[in-house]
């Protein structure tokens, strides 16, 4: 009679050499998170962060008013209708002017009941008031004076704005010229560290930009209309300042 001699088998070595794997595995993929996060610096070498600012000013070319017609009446039909008409009016007094159709933007039509109070007594509605509002993108602000007052004489009772902008074209090349202006002054004063140090600028490391736009200033400018059309609403665009923020860190060495 044969006897039969059960097998062994190691359970535990998969699970260990599991373990190990995923320790190993664990370190390595570690490693790659550590060189995103930690420039490589030479043992000898010195970080040095520097921030600068720099920037430039640009007439703008660009204006955005809001306009709009205010209308009550008993009943908010007629509130509506006399709203509608007058708008109609205002909307043409706009493309009369050379406004294309892209630069106008319904903001906002509103319709909301008037109500009249006592002492001791629920609200009355007494009529409704009707609102129509649209933006208005002028690209040409010699013009800007005159388009007011078209609008006010065509129908329009609410005006505001202007804001004054400078088209993406334009306002990229000034960035571009306040970048290589943050970028020089930011060289020349690691240069000066680097001096003051008995060192050397061996690198730029990394470069972080922030941007930004202040309004315009109101700064008076000459508008050659003026001689021909005296009684158009005076409008100063003043200058747009934009600017560009860097941080930028050297690595200095002998």
């Not at 088209?167 to 306002?171: F, N, R, S």
């Not at 290589?180 to 004063?189: L, M």
């Given at each position: 009679m044969t006897s039969r001699v059960p097998s062994f088998r190691p359970a535990l070595r998969p699970l260990a050499f599991a373990a190990a794997a995923a320790l190993a595995f664990g370190a390595l993929s570690a490693m790659p998170a550590r060189a995103q996060t930690t420039p490589y610096v030479a043992t000898d070498g010195t970080l040095l962060s520097v921030s600068t600012q720099a920037e430039t000013k640009r007439a703008p070319n660009l204006a955005t008013i809001s306009t709009?017609?205010?209308?009550?009446?008993?009943?908010?039909?007629?509130?509506?209708?006399?709203?509608?008409?007058?708008?109609?009016?205002v909307v043409a007094a706009i493309k009369a002017a050379g406004i294309a159709d892209r630069d106008v933007q319904t903001s906002g039509v509103n319709l909301n009941p008037q109500y009249r109070y006592a002492e001791n007594q629920p609200p009355t509605i007494t009529g409704y008031q009707a609102t129509n509002t649209v933006n208005v993108t002028v690209r040409d602000i010699a013009k800007l004076g005159k388009l007011l007052d078209?609008?006010?004489?065509?129908?329009?009772?609410?005006?505001?704005?202007?804001?004054f902008d400078v088209?993406?074209?334009?306002?990229e090349r000034a960035f571009d010229e306040a970048r290589?202006?943050?970028?020089?002054?930011?060289?020349?004063?690691a240069e000066t560290y680097a001096r003051t140090l008995g060192m050397r600028v061996r690198r730029i490391?990394?470069?972080?930009?922030?941007?930004?736009f202040a309004p315009p200033r109101p700064v008076m400018m000459a508008m050659a209309r003026a001689e021909k059309a005296a009684y158009d609403t005076s409008i100063s665009p003043g200058e747009n300042t934009l600017s560009v923020n860097l941080d930028v860190v050297f690595e200095l060495g002998k």
């Open positions: 709009g017609v205010v209308t009550q009446a008993a009943d908010a039909n007629a509130a509506m209708r006399a709203n509608a008409e007058q708008m109609n009016k078209a609008l006010v004489a065509t129908g329009a009772n609410q005006i505001n704005g202007p804001s088209d993406e074209q334009e306002k290589r202006a943050a970028v020089e002054k930011a060289q020349a004063r490391v990394s470069i972080s930009e922030g941007g930004g």
